[in-house]
């Protein structure tokens, strides 16, 4: 039988560990060229060594020349999957003009400049497909002491919304995945250095009505049926995955 992602080109963002890690194993499991990309080397080997066929690449997708010097080496790209994040803690009040342009830089240009360099590639093939991690925290929903990170999640639905609404001729599908709180290693980041680990970690279990959290590879299973022809109708959607935090 064939597999879901037979022979499709992909490239993931963020790959070293977390969502884009467990993304990049489960589009390979399903057949996929992988090209996995991360600024992080060291897990970006660990990565090919664990799972020898996916391509790994270390790149700083804030970086524009080293973007399109990547997105020129590749031939065809069927989708990106675009995982870049980070979060940073505090309201307004604790959001410097330094924190501002940093989470904009690494949760939205990154994103900007990964879909502005492969984007041609999709629209000269009359086919593509792009994957974009949002966050429950975003236009969706607001929660305390995630003021940036909210912004710019919410500005990834805007952006997903837009390219969705601008290629639909050119045969390209743009769709955002929103998770809710899952366990990956900057998670374990944000718990450990919290003010009261104990507290911190029971108020992120709390706030799911599952009352658990996320796993990586249940975000991966939705990106597969994003990335596979099985959603060829679906487009420019965001697509929650939360415990049941926006119900
Ligand atoms: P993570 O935060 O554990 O890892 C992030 C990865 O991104 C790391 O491997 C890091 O090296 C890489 N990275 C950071 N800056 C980069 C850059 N400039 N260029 C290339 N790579 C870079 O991963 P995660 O928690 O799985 O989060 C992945 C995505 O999912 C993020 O966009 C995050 O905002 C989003 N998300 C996560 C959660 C969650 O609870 N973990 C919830 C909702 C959304």
Not at 211 to 218: K, T, V
Request: proline fraction near 3%; charged fraction near 25%.
């Amino acid at each position: 039988m064939a597999k879901r992602l037979e022979n499709k080109i992909i490239v993931v963002t963020a790959a070293g560990q977390g969502i884009g890690r467990a993304t990049a194993i489960a589009f390979c499991k399903e057949g996929a060229i992988v090209y996995a990309s991360d600024i992080n080397e060291k897990t970006l080997q660990s990565l090919n060594k664990e799972y020898p066929n996916i391509n790994v690449k270390k790149l700083d997708s804030t970086n524009k020349l080293a973007v399109e010097e990547f997105s020129t080496s590749l031939d065809k790209v069927d989708v990106l999957f675009n995982a870049v994040g980070f979060v940073h803690h505090g309201t307004i009040l604790d959001c410097d003009e330094k924190d501002w342009d940093f989470s904009f830089n690494v949760n939205i240009k990154s994103m900007y400049f990964m879909t502005k360099f492969i984007l041609p590639k999709m629209i000269k093939q009359n086919k593509g497909n792009i994957i974009n991690v949002s966050s429950i925290v975003s236009s969706l929903r607001g929660l305390p002491n995630r003021f940036i990170y909210g912004t710019t999640k919410a500005a990834i639905i805007g952006f997903t919304k837009s390219i969705a609404s601008d290629f639909i001729k050119n045969n390209i599908r743009c769709n955002a995945i929103a998770p809710g709180t899952v366990h990956t290693p900057s998670w374990e980041d944000r718990v450990k250095t919290a003010k009261d680990p104990v507290k911190a970690k029971k108020d992120f279990i709390d706030r799911q009505p599952m009352g658990r959290l996320g796993s990586p590879e249940e975000i991966a299973s939705l990106a597969v049926y994003l990335a596979s022809d099985e959603s060829n109708f679906v487009t420019g959607i965001v697509h929650a995955i939360d415990g049941g935090m926006s119900i």
